[in-house]
């Protein structure tokens, strides 16, 4: 579970995010740009990421607040699941990442593949809807929805991109130490469940 205090650093700027976008009096624009004051100190206080960065992502948001998307491939070849190394913390990860604008979540999901894989990927079913926050990934301070999509090869070949560094198959025995920020041992292992049963309904939550 998250810790209490970012739950109410979020909800804090949440709420000054939309009223200053739906506010049309200068003293309620104030009041709510000192809330999100409020939510970048909360997380400055108890985080090593320095308060300009905090202000620039999570305190510049503008527009109703609504949650980010993560978009992850999950690509079986002879009975092992496609991960990809991540440079940022030398740990695995199923390739993906932010949704796009523009792009539909299959059109995502096969660019991301492309990018940090290599292999040319179709999209064939939506596997899971995870709310990022019930599933033991590590404190932050965006609200997130993790969307988890079956896909084939097609065409192309292993090749490391830009944010990654290496490029394997695993079976669901020996996984390597894993990316938490992007996926955790349970959700990978869930994956391996879709692999021996393909009829498995969609998870929701």
């Known amino acids: 579970m998250q810790l209490q205090w970012l739950i109410w650093a979020k909800q804090i700027q949440s709420i000054a995010q939309i009223g200053l976008t739906y506010s049309r009096d200068v003293y309620d624009t104030e009041r709510y740009e000192a809330l999100r004051d409020i939510s970048i100190d909360m997380l400055n206080r108890y985080t090593s990421v320095g308060k300009e960065k905090i202000r620039l992502s999570f305190g510049s948001e503008e527009g ?20 990809v190394k991540e440079k940022i913390d030398g740990a695995w990860s199923l390739p993906g990442g932010w949704a796009d604008i523009g792009l539909s979540p299959s059109e995502v999901v096969v660019k991301e593949i492309k990018e940090e894989s290599g292999f040319d990927a179709k999209a064939l079913k939506l596997l899971a ?11 932050e301070p965006y609200h997130i929805y993790k969307l988890f999509i079956l ?39 869930t994956m391996f469940e879709y692999l021996r049963n393909p009829d498995k309904p969609v998870i929701l939550d």
């Open 64 to 83: 109703y607040a609504t949650p980010k998307v993560d978009i992850r491939g999950v690509v079986f070849r002879e009975g092992k699941i496609l991960l």
């Open 151 to 189: 896909c084939t090869i097609v065409g192309g070949q292993a090749l490391s991109g830009v944010e990654t560094s290496e490029v394997r198959f695993f079976g669901e025995d020996e996984l390597p130490p894993l990316s938490a920020e992007r996926n955790t041992e349970r959700q990978i292992r």
């Open 129 to 139: 809807v995870l709310d990022k926050k019930f599933h033991g990934h590590p404190p």
